[in-house]
């Protein structure tokens, strides 16, 4: 506690808070940052125990109050971030130093930009940073690590003396499209001709897709989407990070945030894509198909999401990290934003150098995507 009463502390888990003093600072629904999707990965054992995410969230209070709040990990390795460290890590090894354990102050899982410093006031963004920043001392980690956060966050935590990195996403933006073919409408010639064939040719087997939410999600279409998640992360990560209970939570916690669509052939799935949506924007998340179908993955996840998206007058579909693909089908680069805190002087100085160069890189990058977009010139 300092002088004005303010008290920073650490939670071992998302438990320690009550769910409406977590709510009430996250704002436009952020599905990412409830406190039923958080606690859903604890209780599901997703994060804690063994899995080298051990919660250690944190909480400004004064006289009871809270006031500001931060979902921070204690991390063994930097697998499931997507803000990428394991060049840093091995330099710091080969230089004699100890990168793990780090805290990571982030969604698990989930490449998804949104609020990270939790708070209503300026002020006690400011504590809190300040907070965070002896807890990282305190704990005799190699640093601190906030990925994925929003300008503001990423401003303030720079003035604190972090340093900024960048990268892209392809998001979708809503221009107030009445319909599909209004977006199309929207594009060159030759982008809608190979939109129109795509959608044309995925379909083309007598596939149906069933958009679910709320309550019409029930166990079995868990089941399915389940074994998609698990033979799309087997081949891309080796070892998926979620398990079958963690979707089963969600469904019972936060079903009317879940969109899931599920493709049938011949009565049987045969592939799905899961979103979850706050109050204007739609994100997608995970997607699997069990047999070879073309431009099916295209039609779930990015063309079936537009469609949504219009129909139910939201601004943004936000379709994951990576994908240089989804530029021709109306996704434009973005900028993500992390910052990081890093305790050795002599290793911060070369990371920072590190950044400064990725940084106009990535920029140079993403102008010359957006240069090439599939949008009607002028």
Known sequence: MDDSGLVIETLPGIDAIAPSDWDSLVPD???FLEHAFLKSLEDAGCVGGNTGWQPC?????SAGETLAAAPLYLKSHS???YVFDH???????????????KLQLSVPFSPVPGPRLLTRDAAHRAVLIDGLKRITERMGVSGLHVTFCRTADWEALADAGFLKRVDHQFHWTNQGYGSFEDFLAALSASKRKTIRRERRDAMADGLTVDILSGADIREAHWDAMYEFYMDTGGRKWGRPYLNRRFFSLLGERMADDVVLMLARQGGRYVAGALHLKSDDTLYG????CNRDIPFLHFELCYYRAIDYAIDHSLAHVEAGAQGGHKLARGYLPTETMSAHWIADPGFRRAVAEYLERERCYVREEGSELQAHGPFRKG
Do not use: C, I, S, T
């Open 29 to 31: 629904n952020h599905p």
């Open 57 to 61: 969230h944190v909480r400004l209070a």
């Open 79 to 81: 697998q499931g971030e």
């Open 87 to 101: 060049g840093w890590a091995n330099a710091y090894h080969q230089a004699g130093g100890d990168y793990y354990p």
């Open 285 to 288: 998340r995970y997607w699997g």
